[in-house]
């Protein structure tokens, strides 16, 4: 527990009188919360699998967690290379695949109706000679009316809204039909003719698909032609299997495998895998590319990571988080596992410590801003987590960090001087995370008042009262409310946890009461208020 305040427990600024006694408003602020890249110990899927983890999926409606890869076993139990786990690293039993898939299973998506679907490189599932795609239920049961024909291995999947399904992978044939390394199939599987474009397709593997709008895949992979146009390892492909007119610029891009793809709100991609430049120009496995397919020069990693990207993520106040076979981050060592600013950089508050042990394939964000790894590691920050494990991601959804991105660049993002909790930029007196909780602009002088201290008349007698503005919807700080007689022992009044409030303002005037009556002449009594805040510390 830390205080950003200053030493003296009375600051000047928020002194006041009442009566005879001296009452005080003092601020504190206690990050008390595990330091962002730590493992999260409530997540222990005891054994874990036997083999590596290539993909996951958390389902958002119901937080389970799917896991793909070469496992025989999960947690000393037959799991054919997929299972479903639940929120806390334990097998869900009721999702029942039976023997599952007799090889890798690659690739994990949902569609429209809460399906399942697995693509790898199998021949079999649960018994039956069905190859490399499969359709489940929510129960796990085979949906036997899905019966796709793939000569070889799906490794990106995109449902569409019409119950089609894209994917891309090693395969050349799909249905009988030349597909080469991606296709597009009908709501039974049956490969998809109508205007599609045929024969040529990728020139090379394609090794991720990520769905953007109107039904488009976001393509990575090793190609360098994408049907007639030159695409260098990363297209955008509509669900007729045409390039044109996406990412014109580019026709050079990657000169080495993109395995990793994330859209960013503003039409821009990031980009990572094992590449050394883009478009002719330095970017070390991780590149930032605008909607024409033009390199971002904003975004410079530097060295960037030092091995292969695999997976990638992006938190919702743009921070990005990275895994891989990488041991350091523009020279600074980073065991597999990386938080970036939005413009590249390092983001040092964000340490794994000794990180994963082994490479990390997949990660994925869960909606509590907590990350998901799964991989071929036995031990995370030197602790068992063999083949998945949870860390704790220290940016809590729609909080701290998504009100500074509305206020701040993403160079001052970068800088806690400017954007961390005790900065206070505006020279106000009143540092970000005060700012953020009582409702003010971090970058204008402050012109409304902070909390007030006041009196009220209860059961014949006056208390003290304090109001303040507070978040209505306050994922990452909890505003406690104490009493004190001696600035040492401090009493809790009133805790916005059991004060939930619903309002359509952002913020909303909240008056809290002591519970104590003032005496002539009797002990002095102290208020404050306390801001705990339930996400990461953004600055060492």
Same mark, same amino acid.
């Given at each position: 527990m830390s205080s950003l305040f200053p030493s003296s427990p009375i600051a000047s600024w928020l002194r006041f009188f009442a009566a005879a006694s001296v009452v005080a408003l003092v601020p504190w602020l206690a990050a008390e919360t595990p330091a962002p890249g730590s493992l999260d110990p409530s997540f222990h899927p005891s054994h874990g699998a036997n083999d590596s983890?290539?993909?996951?999926?958390?389902? @958002?409606?119901?937080?389970?967690?799917?896991?793909? $890869?070469?496992?025989?076993?999960?947690? !000393?139990?037959p799991h054919g290379n997929i299972v479903r786990l639940n929120s806390d690293g334990s097998v869900d039993g009721s999702f029942a695949v039976g023997t599952g898939g007799n090889g890798e299973i690659s690739a994990l998506a949902l569609d429209g109706? $809460? !399906?399942i679907l697995a693509g790898g490189f199998f021949d079999q599932f649960s018994g039956a000679n069905v190859a490399n795609l499969v359709r489940l239920a929510p129960s796990g049961s085979r949906d036997t009316t899905f019966t796709p024909s793939i000569n070889e291995q799906v490794h990106g999947i995109n @449902?569409?809204?019409? /119950?089609?399904?894209?994917?891309? $992978?090693?395969?050349?044939?799909v249905g009988g039909q030349s597909r080469r390394h991606f296709a597009r199939l009908t709501g039974t599987g049956a490969v998809f003719t109508d205007g599609f474009g045929q024969g040529s397709l990728a020139n090379n593997l394609v090794n991720v698909l990520v769905p953007v709008g109107n039904g488009d895949s976001?393509? /990575?992979?090793?190609f360098t032609r994408f049907n007639t146009a030159n695409r260098g390892r990363i297209a955008r492909v509509n669900n007729l299997g045409s390039a044109a007119g996406h990412l014109v610029q580019a026709d050079v891009g990657a000169n080495g495998s993109v395995n990793a793809i994330a859209p960013l709100p503003d039409d821009q991609i990031l980009i990572a895998g094992n590449f050394t430049s883009y478009a002719g120009q330095q970017r070390v496995r991780i590149a930032r590319i605008n909607g024409d397919g033009t390199l971002d020069t904003a975004f410079n990693p530097g060295l960037g990571p030092n091995a292969t990207v695999h997976a990638i993520a992006v938190q919702p106040n743009g921070k990005i988080i990275i895994g891989g076979a990488f041991q350091t981050y523009n020279g600074v060592q980073r065991r597999r596992l990386a938080r970036l600013h939005p413009n590249g950089s390092l983001d040092t508050t964000f340490d794994p410590g000794l990180g994963a042990s082994n490479t990390i394939e997949t990660l994925a964000l869960d909606a509590d801003g907590n990350i998901l790894i799964g991989g071929r590691f036995e031990t995370f920050a030197g602790e068992p987590r063999i083949r998945v494990a949870r860390v704790f /991601? +220290?940016?809590?959804? /729609? +909080?701290?960090?998504?009100?500074?991105?509305?206020y701040f660049s993403p160079e001052q993002l970068a800088d806690p001087d400017i954007s961390g909790f005790s900065a206070d930029?505006?020279?106000?007196?009143?540092? !970000?995370?005060?700012e953020y909780a009582f409702g003010g602009n971090p970058l204008? @002088?402050?012109?409304a008042?902070?909390?007030?201290?006041g009196t009220a008349a209860l059961n014949g007698s006056t208390v003290l009262t304090l109001s303040f503005d507070r978040l209505t919807d306050a994922p990452d700080v909890l505003y406690i409310v104490e009493a004190s007689t001696d600035l040492a022992t401090w009493t809790s009044l009133w805790s916005s946890q059991d004060h939930p409030v619903s309002a359509a303002e952002s913020y909303v005037r909240t008056t809290v009461e002591d519970n104590v009556p003032i005496v002539d002449g009797g002990p002095a009594r102290f208020l404050r208020v306390r801001l705990v805040y339930l996400g990461a510390t953004p600055e060492a």
């Open positions: 983890v290539t993909t996951l999926l958390i389902d @958002p409606a119901s937080g389970k967690i799917y896991l793909g $890869g070469w496992f025989t076993q999960f947690n !000393n139990q109706d $809460g !399906n @449902p569409q809204a019409d /119950g089609t399904v894209v994917i891309g $992978g090693w395969f050349d044939v976001l393509v /990575g992979g090793l /991601g +220290g940016e809590v959804p /729609g +909080g701290y960090g998504v009100w500074a991105a509305t930029p505006d020279f106000d007196g009143w540092n !970000n995370l005060q204008e @002088p402050r012109t008042a902070g909390p007030v201290l």
